[in-house]
């Protein structure tokens, strides 16, 4: 085989764009052990794909078939669930209870403003009437 059809082979299987019959006639060539000398280093390679290829495993593969249980994890959601409408009732009751509080301080402010401006009218009648007794006094 031509030692330059090799060397365009080999420059194809680095940048991976050999077909199955160009690798099998690489793998040919540097297994024959006549290999060109500044292709040395490549021949190592190529023996060890052949001899990984051989390689088998004779551990046991044990697969994990227990299932897991999602029992527990919808128990989990569940109380969650309730927690959080626990918290979502009591957060709106609370509100109430400050719409409330806050509508009783508004009656209350109106009831104060409203005798306040009570007063106000009743003190204006007393400021005319004193200033009819001054008007009256000050003339005799």
């Given at each position: 085989?031509?030692l ?10 680095l ?14 060539y ?7 000398p ?30 897991k ?10 109380v ?9 009732v ?30 106000n ?5 007393l ?14």
């Open positions: 085989m031509e330059s059809r090799i060397e365009q082979l080999l420059e194809k299987y940048n991976a764009e050999t077909s199955l019959q160009e690798e099998a006639t690489l793998k040919n540097f297994s024959s052990g006549n290999v060109a500044h292709l040395q280093e490549y021949e190592a390679m190529f023996s060890y794909f052949a001899f990984s290829k051989e390689e088998t495993s004779t551990k046991p593969i044990q697969l994990n078939t227990k299932k249980s999602w029992r527990w994890m919808s128990v989990a959601a569940s969650m669930l309730l927690i959080s409408g626990a918290f979502m009591n957060s709106y009751l609370e509100e109430q209870k400050v719409k409330e509080q806050y509508a009783e301080v508004m009656n209350t402010l109106k009831l104060l403003s409203t005798n306040l401006n009570k007063g009218e009743a003190m204006a009648s400021y005319v009437y004193e200033d009819t007794v001054n008007k009256i006094l000050k003339t005799k």
